[in-house]
């Protein structure tokens, strides 16, 4: 897990709110490299499945959409990487996430 970390650069982590309650959580992390990024995402694509109770399960992502999708009764997740930065979204269900993926940075 320690070596996963490596290279960390940096991240922000924003919570998003619609103002009925649902609530998004936008991570975004920012490597020294490409390959400690890839390393990270590996990882941590391992892991977001057992974040929740009961487990997330990979899904097919919307059409139009890239990355990695995870969901359940408990919620969903997304995580994506571009070159030295992953990004992982926590929602509600993948419609959200579908929906603040084109407000991402």
Not at 10 to 19: H, K, N, S
């Amino acid at each position: 897990a320690w070596s996963a970390a490596d290279g960390w650069s940096g991240d922000t982590l924003a919570l998003w709110t619609d103002g009925t309650g649902r609530e998004v959580l936008v991570w975004r992390l920012a490597w020294e490299s490409r390959e400690e990024a890839v390393e990270f995402e590996r990882a941590y694509r391992l892991l977001i499945p057992r974040f929740r109770v009961p487990p997330l399960l990979a899904t097919a992502p919307s059409p139009g959409l890239k990355g990695n999708f995870w969901a359940g009764p408990s919620g969903a997740a997304y995580l994506t990487r571009a070159g030295r930065v992953v990004t992982a979204v926590w929602a509600p269900d993948l419609e959200t996430i579908a929906a603040v993926i084109p407000a991402l940075p």
